[in-house]
C-alpha cells in the first residue's frame, strides 16, 4: 500500500486520511469502499473461494492484465495486483473531487466512471516504467507468469 502511495503525486493522494482492512465483503459483492466522510478507505478480505470475473466484465478488464489466465485460478500475485491497481486505486479516485461548491457534499467527488477512469488510467501510467522493487506486484506480469503450469513429478 505504501509503495502504491509513494508512486503517486502528493495532490492525488492528500485527502486520504487512513486505510483500513476488513471481512466486510458483504459476502464477495464488495470489494473496496470509501467511509462518509470521505477521507479513508477500507478494503475488503476476499473469501477462499470467489471469482473476480464480474468485477473485470463490468469495468472491461481482462484478468490477463493482472498476471492470471483465463478459466484457471487466480494465483497470490494477481489477486494482490488487482486489489492494489484496481480496487485500491479506483477507491482513492471517489477521493478526488470534481467540482467545488456544489450543495451536495456527494456531488463534490467522483463517482463510479470517473473513479475507475483514474484507477484505469493510473495503473497504466505507474506500469508504463519499470519500477525496481523486489515484489513483483508493483510492475506488470511478466510472460514467464503465463507459462504453462507443469506438476512435479511426484516422488515416491
Known amino acids: 500500500m505504501r509503495v502504491v502511495l509513494s508512486r ?33 478507505i477500507a478494503l475488503c478480505a476476499l473469501p477462499f473461494r470467489m471469482s473476480l470475473k464480474a468485477a473485470l466484465v463490468k469495468r472491461r478488464q481482462t484478468c490477463e492484465q493482472f498476471g492470471a489466465r483465463r478459466g484457471h485460478k487466480w494465483p497470490a500475485l494477481a489477486i494482490r495486483r488487482f486489489m492494489l491497481y484496481d ?23 467522483a463517482r463510479e466512471k470517473l473513479a475507475q477512469e483514474f484507477a484505469m488510467q493510473w495503473c497504466k501510467q505507474l506500469w508504463s516504467k519499470p519500477f525496481p522493487h523486489p515484489d513483483q506486484v508493483h510492475n506488470p506480469p511478466a510472460p514467464e507468469e503465463f507459462a504453462p503450469f507443469t506438476p512435479a513429478a511426484v516422488v515416491g
Not at 503525486?9 to 470521505?38: C, I, M, S, T
Not at 480496487?87 to 467527488?109: A, D, M, N, Y
Request: aromatic fraction near 8%; hydrophobic fraction near 35%.
Open 87 to 109: 480496487v485500491f486505486l479506483h477507491e482513492l479516485g471517489h477521493l478526488q473531487r470534481i467540482k467545488e461548491g456544489t450543495r451536495s457534499v456527494r456531488l463534490q467527488f
Open 8 to 40: 503517486l503525486p502528493e495532490d492525488v493522494q492528500q485527502r486520504l486520511r487512513a486505510v483500513h482492512f476488513n471481512d466486510k465483503a458483504r459476502g464477495a459483492r464488495l470489494l473496496g469502499y470509501v467511509n462518509r466522510g470521505r477521507r479513508e
